[in-house]
């Protein structure tokens, strides 16, 4: 199992930056990669930036150039630097650990309890 705890949200004016934080514990052996997802009132979470431990990293086209996802391996801990806030980026953030696939194939991960972001115009 492993354990994520996020960290860095807040309210912002549109134009700033904020960065969360993210930390793993416990079976961290098992990350393949980690994720940011962010969910809004009624919608599907959604996928914000990928980073995989060999460093290969993904965004969603709504943050591109303007998101920074890293990963720290001494820390255990991945980051998502987050500038040029818009108002359409409020949302609750979801730290996401890719665990690889079970016996069956299915996806395994780990989610942590999420984190609010506001912006305002």
């Known amino acids: 199992q492993v354990q994520l705890a996020e960290s860095g949200g807040g309210s912002v004016q549109a134009g700033e930056s904020l960065r969360l934080s993210c930390v793993a514990t416990g079976d961290i052996g098992n990350i393949h990669g980690m994720a940011w997802y962010r969910q809004g009132p009624g919608d599907q979470r959604a996928l914000v930036a990928y980073i995989a431990i060999q460093g290969y990293t993904r965004y969603a086209d709504s943050v591109k150039d303007r998101f920074t996802i890293s990963w720290n391996n001494a820390k255990s801990s991945v980051y998502l630097q987050m500038n040029g806030l818009k108002p359409e980026d409020t949302d609750v953030y979801y730290c996401?650990?890719?665990?690889?696939?079970?016996?069956?194939?299915?996806?395994?991960?780990?989610w942590g309890q999420g984190i609010q972001v506001t912006v305002s115009s």
């Open positions: 996401n650990a890719d665990l690889g696939l079970d016996y069956a194939l299915n996806r395994l991960s780990s």
